[in-house]
């Protein structure tokens, strides 16, 4: 079936790519997305209410609903758009040795997590919920800001310094939407600060392994291994954490959050160039 018209200006128009056309997708994405857990929460039964590791339909109708909503939007979108090719192929720019230390970074708060979570505590229906949810976390958010955001900003012309800052801080003031939700200012604050640093590690990631599942993979680790340790997802104790959790919230923010900083002003180069500039031969092809 031809396409018509219409369809030809919207593809044309989001393929131009550039900052303003991606905020302009990302305001509609999560109008959606935020409808969706307005609808989840609807659905809930009263019985259902309580913390978020009590029952499996907490964790569903808080976590999982809008995220299998978001994950069909992106995945149906990428497909209709043709850039699937481009966002899970091997990343049409170079990558230096020192961006390793992204994935590495992140990985540890991963390993103090597991280590420190007590596993007897909630339900295994639960847990493996959790893991589930989690794994989709990934999923729909490196797809969104490490894909569809990348991909938008390079199509924009853009280099990559420019693309993993925007692309973190985009990510980043994402989550300042728990305010709305009543979240106290200092815990947002210092969530988006967390997850701009955060959002530096998956564009390293993604750098240095040279595929976006790898960042969806470890991003998809990171979070459900949050929630089973702390009880939700951005929350911050109202005890003094002790034991491995004093380590993993130490090394959060004197480790993870100013080297994530300090390594994304390193970030150098573009799309389809080597260091020296010179056009690559899987330059990304930029359709009209």
């Known amino acids: 079936m031809n396409e018509t018209t219409d369809q030809r200006a919207l593809k044309g128009f989001l393929n131009k790519g550039g900052f303003w056309r991606l905020l302009a997708l990302l ?8 409808g969706a857990g307005r609808v989840a929460g609807q659905l809930r039964g009263e019985s259902d209410e309580g913390e978020l590791l009590d029952s499996v339909s907490n964790v569903f109708f808080d976590l999982t609903f809008g995220l299998i909503v978001g994950a069909v939007l992106l995945t149906a979108f990428t497909a209709y758009m043709g850039w699937n090719k481009e966002i899970y ?22 390993v103090l997590r597991v280590l420190d979570i007590d596993w007897g505590g909630p339900a295994l229906s639960v847990v493996l919920m959790v893991l589930a949810t989690g794994l989709m976390i990934g999923y729909v958010e490196e797809l969104l800001f490490r894909g569809i955001a990348v991909r938008m900003l390079r199509a924009g012309g853009h280099r990559e310094f420019a693309v993993a800052v925007i692309s973190s801080l985009l990510f980043a ?99 389809g160039e080597d260091k020296a500039g010179a056009p690559t031969a899987d330059a990304p092809v930029v359709s009209a």
Request: overall charge neutral.
């Open 89 to 110: 192929g091997r990343q049409p720019v170079y990558r230096s040795g020192w961006m390793w230390l992204g994935p590495i970074i992140a990985v540890v708060p991963i």
């Open 173 to 271: 003031v994402s989550h300042s939407v728990n305010a709305l939700n009543g979240q106290e200012l200092t815990t947002v604050g210092s969530t988006v600060l967390y997850t701009f640093a955060f959002g530096a590690l998956m564009y390293l990631t993604m750098r240095s392994f040279g595929f976006i599942i790898a960042a969806m993979i470890l991003h998809g680790l990171t979070d459900p291994t949050a929630i089973l340790a702390t009880g939700g997802i951005d929350e911050v104790s109202v005890t003094a954490p002790e034991g491995l959790a004093a380590v993993n919230g130490g090394f959060t923010f004197f480790v993870l959050i100013p080297i994530g900083i300090i390594l994304l002003l390193c970030v150098r180069g573009k799309a």
């Open 27 to 34: 305001v509609v994405y999560f109008a959606i997305y935020l």
